[in-house]
């Protein structure tokens, strides 16, 4: 499942007052391109890798207050698993109104190539509201859920650049489901970028007992943008 750290809520294309070349391309939309190395790929708390390195990247498309993309990493679910990759294919809509408020709505599909038998695919919507104060200081709060599941997720988050380079944030998270139970999560992390490379660093933790993917991780992700 895609880290729903990567807010889309600055997805905004402003073709006003641009060369007619520069319009044309505004109209077209634009493209970027993402890779990383992270040392675990944790997911909402659970490691996603078991405890190991997973390699991740994908692609973005933005035309205004709409985009899509693709982004795949690395999994390892254990011994009881086929999955070795995850796919998730998502589209959206985001904006920032006039009042400092950003909004995101998205749809996300993600898939499990090789291991279909394991029903691990599925469909999930999502919602996002966030704000970002002259300071610095930024607040933001999520909410997903799946049509064909019984889970509701929720989180808020809060964060401060310090500079244009550094920043902190932190997050806390809740996960509901009859099926397989509640558990909450929270992290803290800091970002360091230069240009289109960036490092990041995460500390991870659960309220969950006895489950190793769960237990309480540092991660650090190298990661670069075009």
Not at 202 to 218: C, E, G, L, Q, V
């Given at each position: 499942m895609?880290p ?13 007052e641009l060369?007619?070349?520069?319009k044309m391309a ?13 040392t675990?790929y944790?997911d909402r708390g ?17 035309n205004?207050a709409?985009y ?5 990493s ?6 009881t ?8 294919a998502?589209?959206?809509l985001?904006?920032?109104l006039?009042?400092?408020?950003s909004?995101d709505?998205?749809a996300t599909f993600?898939d499990?190539p090789g291991?279909?038998a394991e029903d691990l ?5 999502s919602?996002g509201?966030g704000y970002s104060?002259d300071?610095?200081?930024w ?15 929720t989180s ?7 500079s244009p380079?550094?920043?902190?944030d932190?997050?806390?998270g809740?996960?509901?489901?009859e ?5 909450t999560?929270?992290?803290v992390g800091s970002t360091?970028?230069r240009g289109?490379a960036a490092?990041?660093l995460?500390?991870w ?6 489950f190793a993917p ?8 190298l990661?670069i943008s075009?």
């Amino acid at each position: 499942m895609k880290p729903a750290s990567l807010m889309k809520a600055s997805v905004c294309l402003i073709a006003a007052e641009l060369p007619v070349f520069e319009k044309m391309a505004a109209a077209q939309g634009s493209w970027t391109a993402n890779a990383s190395l992270a040392t675990d790929y944790v997911d909402r708390g659970i490691s996603s890798s078991n405890g190991n390195p997973a390699v991740q990247g994908g692609f973005d498309y933005a035309n205004g207050a709409l985009y899509a993309g693709v982004w795949a990493s690395t999994v390892d679910f254990g011994d009881t698993s086929a999955a070795d990759l995850e796919v998730s294919a998502y589209a959206g809509l985001a904006d920032v109104l006039e009042n400092g408020i950003s909004w995101d709505l998205m749809a996300t599909f993600f898939d499990y190539p090789g291991a279909d038998a394991e029903d691990l695919s599925g469909l999930e919507l999502s919602g996002g509201l966030g704000y970002s104060f002259d300071t610095g200081f930024w607040v933001a709060t999520n909410g997903a859920f799946s049509p064909g599941e019984d889970y509701v997720y929720t989180s808020l988050k809060a964060g401060y650049a310090l500079s244009p380079s550094f920043s902190l944030d932190a997050a806390i998270g809740s996960y509901a489901s009859e099926t397989d139970g509640d558990y909450t999560n929270w992290s803290v992390g800091s970002t360091v970028s230069r240009g289109s490379a960036a490092i990041g660093l995460r500390y991870w933790d659960t309220d969950i007992k006895n489950f190793a993917p769960a237990s309480r991780r540092i991660v650090l992700t190298l990661s670069i943008s075009s």
